[in-house]
T-cell receptor, first 113, second 116 residues
């Protein structure tokens, strides 16, 4: 089955700097890669996703890149703000959508004032 | 759009009792609902996938007789933890995908279960 590795487990950056979280996946048939943000004690929220026919997608300060050859995808957050502090999960599926999502272990992002 | 309601948000029960958690899609028809378990500071672990009107598909290692899942309608799925034990204490989260969500996952707010 699919295996999703996520690094780092904890990331601390100064407010205003950029943060990058990386994930690798094992199943070359994976074609859907969402990213979720989970604040303490709350539900995960989809922040951005990318499909395998696209190499990069951007939404304001958030961007995701996908390298299908290397089987890795990354989340980039620019101009970080205190409200970006949360746990971020990457995920992958072969269904093109929500079915069969395998999650990474999560990255605790800490924004230092 | 695409709102998923889950309740109770927290529940405390005695060992040996059963607890039911409900997951509702409020503004769309959820053809598929998923149940996850999350331990503190850990990732979401898929327990089972349920499709409306059919039996749930459980992940390896999840006891289907202990975690009963019912998906009787396109807007409601329930998870019943039977004969709960302290090791069942955890954060349980449901999610749903369906026609309004364009196969994008929407999560419930989660239910924190504490078994004494």
């Amino acid at each position: 089955g699919e295996n999703v590795e996520q690094h780092p487990s904890t990331l601390s950056v100064q407010e205003g700097d950029s943060a990058v979280i990386k994930c690798t996946y094992s199943d070359s048939a994976s074609n859907y890669f969402p990213w979720y943000k989970q604040e303490l004690g709350k539900r995960p929220q989809l922040i951005i996703d990318i499909r395998s026919n696209v190499g990069e997608k951007k939404d304001q300060r958030i961007a995701v890149t996908l390298n299908k050859t290397a089987k890795h995808f990354s989340l980039h957050i620019t101009e970080t703000q205190p409200e970006d502090s949360a746990v971020y999960f990457c995920a992958a599926s072969t269904s093109g959508g929500a079915d069969g999502l395998t999650f990474g272990k999560g990255t605790h992002l800490i924004i230092q004032p | 759009g695409a709102v998923v309601s889950q309740h109770p948000s927290w529940v405390i029960c005695k060992s040996g009792t059963s607890v039911k958690i409900e997951c509702r899609s409020l503004d769309f028809q959820a053809t598929t609902m998923f149940w996850y378990r999350q331990f503190p500071k850990q990732s979401l672990m898929l327990m089972a996938t349920s499709n409306e009107g059919s039996k749930a598909t459980y992940e390896q290692g999840v006891e289907k007789d202990k975690f009963l899942i019912n998906h009787a309608s396109l807007t409601l799925s329930t998870l019943t933890v039977t004969s709960a034990h302290p090791e069942d204490s955890s954060f349980y989260i449901c999610s749903a995908s369906g026609r309004a969500g364009a196969n994008v996952l929407t999560f419930g707010a989660g239910s924190r279960l504490t078994v004494l």
